[in-house]
């Protein structure tokens, strides 16, 4: 996820650990079953403060991801957001089904020397398992796959969401215009004096400055020059020339239809340093099928 945006990212990793989270709660809960009284009151408490805890998460990532930029301009953005608001309805159930347990278990709550509220007895109530508490612990953990659900859905939603608003992002600033075939790009070097060119790239930067040459690319494909006539340039000469600061591409044209290619300020005073571009190689004649000539 390199395109994705800083937020975007670190709300994907809390959902995934969310995820994780109400799943080991939902092992706890599915697991040893506490009987109402006092006795379970800690360990029932202790697990409504982990709920808790993962539904005020839940809120949070919502409203943080409502925030974005893609929660308002792409359709997973959209998506993103209403996972969240399940999310959020969801782990809020599972946390009041527990506090639901909770309270159960105190209601099974006596204290020594007074008489018991329910029976008015002075003898303490066996404290056995009681169904209403196995219910609300049951529901709870039915609930525990439609929040991982809902988690796996949030982080899949963002993520697409963040690449495509980073692709929405506006291109760099293009050039200046400087003259014939010239532009100053906002990177321009003051060290042109010392650059050193390969034949190859000096014919490029030639062509470049008196032809309209292109660079082009297809998603998954190669990049390819078309030079404006039947010389060729390759695309590593293009390169080159870029990263040296000695050309810029006019970003106001996609990569589909082809940006042209123009010197920057740096690139006409090599160009006029180095003089003369150097004639094209002679291509080598094809070779005919055939057995090779004997000598």
Not at 140 to 153: D, F, G, H, Q
Not at 171 to 176: E, I, L, R
Not at 247 to 275: C, E, I, K, W
Request: aromatic fraction near 4%.
């Amino acid at each position: 996820m390199d395109n994705t945006s800083s937020e975007a990212s670190r709300t994907i990793t809390r959902l995934h650990s969310l995820s994780a989270g109400f799943g080991a709660l939902g092992e706890l809960l599915s697991g040893e079953r506490p009987v109402a009284g006092s006795s379970s009151l800690p360990k029932l408490t202790s697990w409504y403060a982990t709920a808790q805890g993962q539904s005020a998460t839940a809120l949070t990532l919502l409203l943080t991801s409502a925030e974005q930029a893609y929660a308002h301009t792409t359709v997973s953005g959209h998506h993103a957001v209403g996972s969240l608001g399940q999310l959020v309805k969801i782990s809020s159930d599972i946390t009041a089904h527990v506090m639901a347990a909770v309270a159960v278990a105190a209601e099974y709550h006596r204290v020594d020397g007074l008489p018991d509220p329910p029976t008015g007895r002075m003898t303490s109530r066996p404290s056995v398992r009681r169904d209403d508490l196995d219910d609300h612990l049951d529901r709870a953990v039915e609930l525990i796959r439609p929040a991982r659900a809902a988690c796996a859905n949030a982080a899949t939603f963002t993520e697409t969401a963040a690449l495509r608003e980073a692709s929405r992002a506006p291109a760099p600033a293009g050039p200046t215009w400087l003259g014939r075939g010239t532009f100053d790009s906002p990177q321009t070097s003051s060290a042109s004096a010392s650059v050193t060119l390969t034949a190859l790239q000096h014919r490029a930067l030639h062509l470049i400055h008196t032809s309209t040459v292109k660079y082009s690319q297809w998603p998954r494909k190669r990049p390819v020059v078309d030079s404006g006539s039947p010389e060729r340039i390759t695309a590593r000469s293009v390169e080159a020339l870029e990263d040296k600061r000695l050309v810029t591409r006019d970003f106001r044209t996609g990569l589909h239809a082809g940006q042209r290619l123009h010197l920057t300020s740096d690139g006409l005073q090599v160009l006029r340093r180095l003089g003369p571009a150097p004639e094209p190689g002679v291509p080598a004649r094809p070779r005919h099928p055939g057995p090779a000539p004997v000598r």
